[in-house]
Structure formats: C-alpha cells, structure tokens
C-alpha cells in the first residue's frame, strides 16, 4: 500500500463525487485500503510474489488499493501451473473455495493462516488438516525470512512511501518497471552466486 501523490481525498467526499474547495493535485483514481499494520491508507496498491527458497522477485505490479489480494494472487498464480506446487500467503488468503480450486484445477497446495473459529465444518476441517502439516508450518515460517522483506527491499530502494506519479496507468507502468528492474538485479547477483539483497546500487543503474 502506497500514498497516493497530492492529497487525501476522503471516502465520503469521493463516495459521493465531491472534491472541496481548494483540493489540488488530487490523485482521483487512488482508492482506499486497510491493513493490519497500518490502518487506513488512500492510495495505491502493489501485488508482489517471491519464490520462497531463492529470495528473487518474481512478480512486482500495481494493483488497485482496494483490491482483493487473494482474487489477485489466484489469477498470477494460475498462470505457473505445472511450476508451482505450493503457495503461501498470509490469512486473506483464507478461503475455502480458493483452497479447493487450486488443488482440483491446478494441483496446488494452498497455505494460510485459518481465522479463529472458522473450523466447524467438515470441509473446513479438511482444508485446515491438509494446510497444518509439519512441513507446510515449517515452509509457512520462511516467509518471514524470504517473502516479507521483500516487499520493503523494493520499497527502500525506490523510496516508496508516497507514489510518484498520479493514476492507475501511470502507476501500472512505473510499478511494472520496477519490477523488472529488480528481476534483472536479483537474477544477476544469483547467477553469480551473490546476495539478492544487496542490489540496489545495480537496480538504480539498469
């Protein structure tokens, strides 16, 4: 989650279509998005996807900021069927419908975090007997280590608390850019048996 650049525009304004006078530079495409960690946020959202024992960006796009991030993750993930056997993701992810297509359409092992009481039934405690194996927690753990921080690698290397351009497309493009960017870094330092974290004097200068 991202700032929008310019001003806040607040929700019941936007619901409703009015900008205030004296509300310049307004981002009007940004949208509004929560998290655990930071609250409420109006601007713009990234989509990002690692690989969990090689700490390599694979995927880094815009995403709106209201978006659903698991709907997201279903239609990127779908696309390595075949590659992909198991995927992680934090507790939006929890969804049993979700659970159940990954593994009946593309063979993939879904694993989350199951919300608090939501295991009455049957399915449900299939879904959480299947996800909650030794070796699936032990993989889960490893994203501390190797998906979280990725994230903010990408953000301190491009300073990326606040946008740096209004609009979606604008955003899409920029976000998309940097992506690769860091694709290109993170492969080269592992090709030649480096740290893919140390890159960003390379990521700047591509």
């Given at each position: 989650?991202?700032?929008a650049?310019g001003?806040?525009?607040?929700?019941?304004?936007?619901?409703?279509?009015?900008?205030?006078?004296?509300l310049?530079g307004?981002?009007?495409?940004?949208t509004?998005?929560?998290s655990?960690?930071i609250?409420?946020?109006?601007?713009h959202?990234t989509?990002?996807?690692?690989?969990l024992k090689?700490?390599?960006?694979g995927?880094?796009?815009?995403m709106?900021?209201?978006?659903?991030?698991a709907k997201r993750m279903e239609?990127?993930?779908?696309?390595?069927?075949g590659?992909v056997?198991?995927?992680?993701?934090?507790?939006?992810?929890?969804d049993?419908?979700?659970?159940?297509?990954?593994?009946?359409?593309?063979?993939m092992?879904?694993?989350?975090?199951?919300?608090?009481?939501?295991?009455?039934s049957?399915?449900?405690?299939?879904?959480?007997?299947?996800?909650?194996?030794?070796?699936?927690?032990?993989?889960?753990?490893?994203?501390?280590?190797t998906?979280e921080?990725?994230q903010?690698?990408i953000d301190?290397?491009?300073d990326l608390?606040r946008?740096?351009m209004?609009?979606d497309?604008?955003n899409r493009?920029?976000?998309a850019?940097?992506g690769i960017?860091?694709?290109?870094?993170?492969?080269?330092?592992?090709?030649?048996?480096r740290?893919?974290?140390?890159i960003?004097?390379?990521?700047?200068?591509?």
């Amino acid at each position: 989650m991202i700032k929008a650049r310019g001003p806040v525009w607040h929700k019941k304004h936007k619901d409703m279509g009015i900008i205030p006078e004296g509300l310049h530079g307004l981002d009007k495409q940004a949208t509004w998005g929560k998290s655990r960690t930071i609250g409420w946020l109006y601007g713009h959202g990234t989509f990002c996807i690692t690989t969990l024992k090689v700490p390599i960006v694979g995927i880094f796009q815009w995403m709106k900021n209201s978006g659903n991030e698991a709907k997201r993750m279903e239609q990127e993930i779908i696309k390595y069927v075949g590659l992909v056997k198991k995927v992680l993701m934090d507790s939006k992810a929890d969804d049993q419908k979700l659970y159940f297509s990954l593994k009946k359409y593309y063979k993939m092992q879904l694993v989350t975090v199951p919300r608090k009481g939501m295991d009455k039934s049957p399915l449900r405690k299939k879904m959480i007997k299947e996800m909650m194996t030794k070796a699936n927690k032990k993989d889960f753990k490893k994203r501390s280590v190797t998906v979280e921080p990725m994230q903010g690698l990408i953000d301190n290397i491009f300073d990326l608390e606040r946008c740096w351009m209004r609009g979606d497309d604008s955003n899409r493009w920029l976000f998309a850019s940097m992506g690769i960017a860091m694709q290109m870094a993170q492969f080269k330092a592992y090709k030649q048996q480096r740290s893919t974290w140390d890159i960003k004097s390379e990521v700047l200068g591509v």
